[in-house]
């Protein structure tokens, strides 16, 4: 079914149904956008390019975590990184206890690219760190996380 929700509302819902919301750090989200109509096809954001751009912040559980003692605040930082081996669109994800975020419990790398039906789909491929110690705060460094096919 297809429908008109903007991707950007789509992907907030999704993370606000597995309890997270943006950060107070984050960044503010931009303005909508005026109704318009439609760009032509070949104009049309790759969808890989758009999921890459929007996964793209800083994420936390606080709000879930206030409303339902069962849950811990969890903070989910994701950032652009450098792996030529995997591809143009690859992202550092960390994600942290609120109490712990310089011990992160999953360190990932996310490869974003087109899915099986070419520009109109998307798909990732995560890969685990060799040596996750050494990326520990990544998205908060001014320079971009690099990692090599060894990492």
Known sequence: MKTNVP?????????????????PHAPPAPAAAPARSPPAAEAIEPVAAR????LIGRYDSSAQAASDAEFR???LSVCP????????????????????LDKPYRQRLYVVEAGAKGPASARS???ELR?????????A???????????
Do not use: K, M, N, S
Not at 131 to 139: D, K, N, R, T
Not at 141 to 151: G, I, K, S
């Open 7 to 23: 991707a950007r509302a789509r992907l907030a819902v999704v993370l606000t149904a597995a309890g997270c919301t943006p950060a």
């Open 51 to 54: 999921l890459y751009r929007l």
């Open 73 to 75: 605040v969890i903070h």
């Open 81 to 100: 990184a450098d792996a030529p081996d995997l591809g143009d669109r690859v992202l550092y994800v960390e994600q942290a206890a609120a109490e712990a």
């Open 125 to 127: 491929r995560v890969f």
């Open 131 to 139: 040596a996750p110690e050494a990326a520990v705060g990544a998205c």
């Open 141 to 151: 460094r001014p320079e971009r996380p690099r990692f090599a096919a060894a990492d």
